[in-house]
Nanobody, 118 residues
Framework: QVQLEESGGGLVQTGDSLRLSCIFF????????MAWFRQAPGNQRELVAV???????YEEDSVKGRFTISRDHAKKTVYLQMNSLKPEDTAVYYC????????????WGQGTQVTVSS
């Protein structure tokens, strides 16, 4: 069983930066793809960024160039560095993981709120 614990959200102003962290518990971290999703009020949950065990990354177009996903295998942690934050980045951010052999993200954190004021 995998457990994910997020931290790092908060209230910031437009243009500020935040770094979200997600600690992975329970299985072999190197066997899991890690991702960040977000959900704003009234919107569907959307994929923000993905990182594979081999460090291949994907960032959604609206955050490309501003957000960076990374992982530390020694600390079993995935990060989302968010720079140049905009009000439209306001959402609950969720960490998720899936085994490299599966299609769906089976494990989710509890979410951390990010609020960007204008």
């Amino acid at each position: 069983q995998v457990q994910l614990e997020e931290s790092g959200g908060g209230l910031v102003q437009t243009g500020d930066s935040l770094r979200l962290s997600c600690i992975f518990f329970g299985q072999t971290f190197a066997n899991y793809v890690m991702a960040w999703f977000r959900q704003a009020p009234g919107n569907q949950r959307e994929l923000v960024a993905v990182i594979t065990p081999g460090w291949s990354t994907y960032e959604e177009d609206s955050v490309k160039g501003r957000f960076t996903i990374s992982r530390d295998h020694a600390k079993k942690t995935v990060y989302l560095q968010m720079n140049s934050l905009k009000p439209e980045d306001t959402a609950v951010y969720y960490c998720a993981s899936k085994h490299i052999s599966t299609s769906n993200y089976d494990y989710w954190g509890q979410g951390t709120q990010v609020t960007v004021s204008s």
